[in-house]
């Protein structure tokens, strides 16, 4: 067996993951221990981690004596040890015959029953092994079909009960759920990739076995020759032109057997605890299905040019592997899909004469600009993400200067003395975080430091708690990102952006500041989002908020409102208080 990259930083948590490597040091605790949580745990581990690890192990390498003993009792049986292997695996035949070859019909379809009754049980205490939260399988294509017309999820709370059950939350299981098509073929963009998680999930949506491009950001070893190991699955490293610069965005193509596809965009990494206690924010398409092979090229797009601005995106990444995917793509009918796609790519980009600006809080002020209803300027810029940037020594320098001056335009005529909207940032405080399902270590999810914060002491005064119990989820730290307007007088959304995008100048951009030359947006990262316009997902002015409005439903926004601002005792919660 090989030995893990991580060594003794390893921080898995699925029973897969155990059975395809080895951990000298948890191998160490586990040969002195006699089994059933009575381990000797040295002080410099992180005693609850190593003792769920050493649980996985009793689990995927029981020893001789819990081995017998399982074996005359009627105990859970253990997880599936290297269960990605194949779709085979988990279908395997149970038919059986008599030790002379012949058997009565009647017992051999009494034992297949009987076997396949067994089967089904074993699986699903697998999955209940490594999947906190299951929801029945076939029923996800309803639900999607319910959740128009926005189609926006929050990932389901392991802790918070009820939203296994809410009709808007979402589980990883579900979006590879079959009711929504026979998958064939897939791709994972996204920054943190735990390839023996995500396999995991791909083996019990019975899809292992099925060619998967991974495109990730952060370094990852178990995706180095994975290839390999895993024929199927092919994994490319994102290159990137600066060094600190982050492929960030969260992405899945999906293709199905008959020819269509779905695009999904998400603010959730590729790992356990992504999909644990943290709330995240997904936008899950309609089904695309295949034009014929003889359909104009201007056939199939959608009326907010989602699939035009999705292959210019994706061309931007220069990966070869892709092509196939934007050809698919360029051969799919998008004109089911009611938002906009806003993308950010690394480089120096200038308005253009076809599409404005193309990338970046510029873009997303081009589609304000063009298509947002009038909003009165009294209405502030509502900002949330999970980290904040280096935004400057005053709020003028770059979030009035850049940002909310692109977020805050609309489609009203020219020539009117407008004032600047005041802007607001949702951030979790200390206390809220304190206080969350996982205590302190629920912050892991929010990397703002407390170097960052001393230079920018003004940014105080703007922010606003993580509140979120309309949605049972103020417990469950946000590692959504999210910006909107909207008026409380009235209970109206103006618009609404979902997006991998972190309030900083890296993920949105920032111009040059030379008067001399053409204005040029800086941008280090990939990101991706869409941008909910009424006018295009509901034909009207606004989206109703709080509650239905003439048959419309309300925009289901993420957090409560009216916002709660921070007390003058609160403090952002900072990543170092994590390390020390």
């Not at 808007?168 to 791709?187: A, K, N, P």
């Not at 999904?264 to 309609?286: C, F, K, M």
């Not at 806003?342 to 600006?357: A, L, N």
């Not at 204005?519 to 869409?530: D, F, K, M, Q, T």
Request: aromatic fraction near 10%; charge should be neutral.
């Amino acid at each position: 067996m090989k030995e893990c990259p991580f060594g003794e930083k390893c921080y898995r948590k699925n029973p897969i993951h155990f059975g395809e490597f080895s951990h000298a040091h948890l191998d160490a605790i586990y040969e002195k221990g006699n089994g059933g949580g009575d381990y000797d745990i040295p002080d410099k581990y992180s005693s609850e981690l190593i003792h769920t690890q050493l649980k996985l192990l009793e689990k995927v390498l029981p020893k001789p004596a819990a081995a017998k003993a399982k074996e005359s009792s009627a105990a859970v049986p253990e997880a599936p040890r290297n269960a990605p292997t194949s779709r085979a695996t988990a279908s395997a035949s149970s038919s059986s015959s008599s030790s002379n070859g012949i058997a009565s019909t009647s017992s051999a379809a009494a034992r297949d029953t009987s076997n396949l009754a067994k089967k089904q049980k074993l699986a699903e205490r697998n999955i209940r092994d490594y999947i906190p939260v299951v929801v029945e399988k076939g029923g996800m294509a309803k639900k999607l079909e319910r959740a128009a017309p926005y189609n926006m999820f929050l990932t389901a709370i392991t802790d918070s009960k009820p939203t296994h059950q809410e009709p808007l939350s979402v589980t990883l299981q579900e979006i590879l759920d079959e009711s929504l098509g026979e998958i064939e073929s897939s791709v994972q963009i996204n920054f943190m990739v735990d390839i023996g998680w995500l396999l995991g999930h791909y083996y019990f949506a019975g899809i292992l076995d099925k060619p998967l491009l991974v495109l990730y950001g952060d370094e990852s070893p178990e995706l180095l020759g994975i290839g390999k190991f895993k024929p199927q699955v092919t994994a490319i490293g994102v290159k990137m032109p600066t060094p600190f610069a982050t492929s960030h965005t969260k992405m899945m193509l999906l293709g199905y057997a008959d020819g269509s596809m779905r695009v999904v965009i998400s603010t959730a990494n590729l790992y356990e605890d992504d999909w644990h206690n943290r709330t995240q924010g997904l936008w899950i398409s309609p089904l695309l299905p295949a034009m014929s092979e003889d359909a104009d090229t201007a056939a199939g797009e959608s009326l907010t040019g989602f699939r035009q601005d999705l292959m210019l995106y994706l061309v931007e990444y220069k990966i070869s592997q892709l092509q196939p995917w934007i050809a698919r793509i360029r051969k799919s009918d998008f004109s089911a899909i009611n938002v906009f796609f806003v993308g950010s790519v690394p480089g120096g980009h200038r308005e253009g004469s076809v599409r404005g600006h193309p990338w970046g809080h510029a873009r997303l002020g081009s589609l304000l600009a063009k298509h947002a209803a009038p909003i009165e300027d009294r209405i502030p810029v509502v900002c949330q993400s999970s980290s904040i940037g280096s935004l400057g020594a005053n709020v003028q320098a770059w979030i009035q200067q850049d940002f909310v001056n692109s977020l805050r335009k609309d489609s009203s005529p020219g020539g009117k003395l407008r004032q600047m909207p005041s802007f607001k940032m949702i951030y979790p405080s200390f206390n809220n975080v304190s206080g969350s399902h996982d205590g302190m270590i629920g912050g892991g999810c929010l990397p703002y430091g407390k170097n960052t914060n001393d230079r920018q002491p003004w940014l105080k005064g703007h922010l606003q708690q993580w509140k979120s119990s309309d949605r049972h989820r103020s417990r469950a730290m946000p590692h959504i990102k999210s910006y909107t307007r909207y008026n409380l007088a009235d209970q109206s959304v103006n618009w609404f952006v979902l997006t991998s995008a972190n309030l900083s100048k890296a993920a949105w951009g920032s111009f040059n500041k030379n008067a001399s030359l053409q204005p040029c947006l800086r941008i280090a990262n990939y990101e991706a989002g869409v941008l909910f316009l009424p006018r295009f997902v509901t034909g009207e002015e606004t989206f109703p908020l709080g509650n239905n409005r003439d048959g419309v439903p309300a925009f289901p926004l993420p957090y409560d409102v009216p916002l709660t601002p921070y007390l003058p005792d609160d403090k952002p919660f900072l990543m170092d208080y994590l390390q020390g």
